[in-house]
């Protein structure tokens, strides 16, 4: 086909003319589409460029203030602003020295916040503290609210002119809670004088603490100060159980009103069986004295199901009263931890005697321990010698109060128990020789020693110790009395069940070798066995303890000390740990 050029020039006019307006058209409509989208992102862009400048913002006026806030922690710690009465913001500082430490430590940098708010670890600390029911603590004696209202504080932008004193008031509060809390876990509620602050193990806490903050278990790291002592954790983990299972209050049901009436009676233990957890609902009579004998058991009562004056007294506590023993004896094993591998546990309330090897309980066994009036003493010893088939020396006081009398009533007394009568010298002296009638306790000058045989005092095993009591741990002929359910007869002495057992075992913890006590024990002569290495010998009082289970035993309280420690302890628990 043959094109002109008129042909072209017209097709071109053709072409070109409608551009013009189709192009105009096109922009209209990408317009129309395309602006509101530009103008979207642009809003999108400039609110997320202010949130970004917000919280850089506040992140930047969190890190300005942070020299101020080393400033005035370093005028806390070191000026005088607390020093004359412990105080910050109403709360008492209760652990001042300790603080001082933790912060100097750190140049005065925060330790609990950070970026106007609390560290993560922080909140697991709060948390811990709002628990400290469960390890026999009062939550109410760490700063807990005040530090929550400070925390609500420094959340609130309104008081953004304030968050720098905010800041300062809550790390110091932070301190103090978190280290008098590791400080009562330690080493119980004591006096926070410069004398205790010397402990090298207390005045490690704050270093401790500063771990805690720092690594990924600050739970874990805060509770590591607890004793370790197996005793102490077996008590500590049944409070956690006790806290946690039962209802605290003090409601009590006073069965002694219905001791007239049996029916009324055994119907008002059941009700406490069955709220203390012993008994489940609609149980028959053979049940709740079941029940009753699981109690019985658990409260160091002989387990005769029967509803004795020993039982009803267990049964009047309220869960309240056996809440503050358990805290009451966390406190003691705390104060008074043995750190020993190796041991003799005595448990003057619980009647018994454990060895523990490695911090485990490898064997266990029944004593007689002091009267009221002539009470076994909490002591510490080694015992480094066994002795069988022992002579009694008898001590002075039970010589006149006891010997002497029984002796005015009956000559032939000191024969028939083979009493030997010894002069300064250890001589002995013919007893039928003295005017008995004109001797008493003032002009008595002789000592009295019994022999060994079957019915000696001692019986066939005593072990030695150093002490300031003159007491000391042996065998007994009354072999009787370990039958009863209070064990309190001796003059201050340990009696112990099965001391041959005990003799084995000594000699095995000590390593001196493969001594045959049975051979030694007939052959009714005396012998004394030194033990290669000395073994320590723990006598505490504790009201209440804890098997691996977690299940709780609770102790007839025979020389009353828990009343009036108990009244020390609220005192302590309310002054911070000060008194």
Request: charged share 25%; aromatic share 10%.
């Amino acid at each position: 086909m043959k094109t002109n050029k008129n042909d072209i020039e017209r097709y071109s006019g053709l072409i070109r003319l409608p551009l013009p307006s189709l192009r105009a058209g096109f922009v209209r409509k990408s317009c129309g589409f395309v602006l509101p989208l530009l103008i979207m992102m642009l809003i999108w862009l400039l609110n997320t460029s202010y949130q970004d400048s917000q919280v850089t913002d506040e992140a930047i006026e969190s890190q300005y203030f942070v020299p101020a806030l080393r400033s005035d922690l370093r005028q806390l710690c070191v000026g005088n602003s607390v020093a004359s009465d412990n105080k910050l913001a109403g709360n008492e500082l209760m652990s001042l020295p300790l603080i001082r430490n933790l912060y100097s430590s750190n140049h005065y940098y925060p330790v609990f916040t950070c970026s106007n708010m609390l560290c993560d670890n922080a909140d697991s600390i709060i948390s811990l503290l709002k628990d400290a029911r469960i390890f026999g603590l009062d939550p109410e004696t760490y700063h807990v609210a005040d530090i929550e209202r400070q925390r609500a504080y420094l959340g609130d932008q309104r008081l953004r002119f304030r968050h720098l004193r905010i800041r300062r008031d809550l790390e110091m509060l932070m301190a103090d809670a978190s280290l008098t809390f590791m400080r009562h876990l330690h080493a119980g509620y004591r006096i926070s004088d410069s004398v205790r602050y010397g402990d090298p193990e207390l005045l490690a806490l704050p270093q401790k603490l500063r771990k805690a903050m720092l690594g990924n278990d600050p739970v874990g790291d805060i509770l590591s100060v607890q004793p370790d002592f197996i005793e102490y954790r077996r008590l500590q983990f049944a409070t956690e159980k006790y806290v946690r299972a039962v209802t605290i209050t003090d409601n009590w049901e006073d069965l002694n009103l219905l001791s007239t009436d049996s029916a009324l009676l055994w119907q008002g233990i059941e009700r406490i069986l069955t709220s203390l957890g012993f008994l489940p609902d609609g149980n028959d009579n053979d049940n709740i004295r079941t029940a009753l004998q699981n109690f019985q058991s658990r409260h160091g009562l002989k387990a005769d199901g029967l509803p004795g004056r020993n039982t009803i007294e267990a049964l009047n506590q309220s869960t309240l009263f056996k809440y503050r023993k358990l805290a009451l004896n966390l406190d003691r094993l705390r104060k008074q931890h043995p750190d020993d591998s190796q041991m003799v546990y005595v448990n003057i309330p619980a009647y018994k005697l454990k060895l523990i090897m490695e911090n485990q309980v490898s064997g266990e066994l029944n004593v007689i321990v002091g009267t009221p009036s002539t009470p076994t003493p909490v002591l510490t010893g080694c015992i480094d010698q066994i002795v069988i088939n022992p002579e009694w020396n008898v001590p002075r006081k039970i010589v006149n109060n006891e010997i002497l009398p029984r002796i005015k009533a009956d000559p032939d007394y000191l024969r028939r128990n083979r009493f030997r009568l010894l002069d300064e010298d250890y001589n002995t002296v013919d007893y039928s020789t003295i005017n008995w009638e004109e001797i008493n306790a003032d002009n008595f000058s002789y000592g009295i020693s019994q022999e060994a045989f079957d019915q000696n005092s001692l019986g066939k095993v005593k072990f030695l110790f150093d002490n300031p009591y003159s007491v000391y741990l042996h065998d007994t002929p009354g072999k009787n009395k370990f039958n009863e359910d209070i064990r309190a007869f001796s003059h201050g002495c340990v009696r112990v069940q099965d001391p041959e057992r005990l003799a084995a075992m000594l000699v095995k913890a000590s390593q001196s070798g493969d001594l045959d006590i049975d051979a030694m024990l007939e052959k009714g002569t005396r012998a004394y066995v030194f033990l290669n290495k000395a073994v320590p010998v723990h006598i505490r009082y504790i009201t209440c303890a804890a098997d691996e289970q977690g299940n709780l035993f609770f102790f007839k309280d025979i020389y009353g000390f828990d009343s009036r420690e108990l009244e020390e302890l609220e005192s302590a628990a309310l002054s911070g740990g000060k008194g």
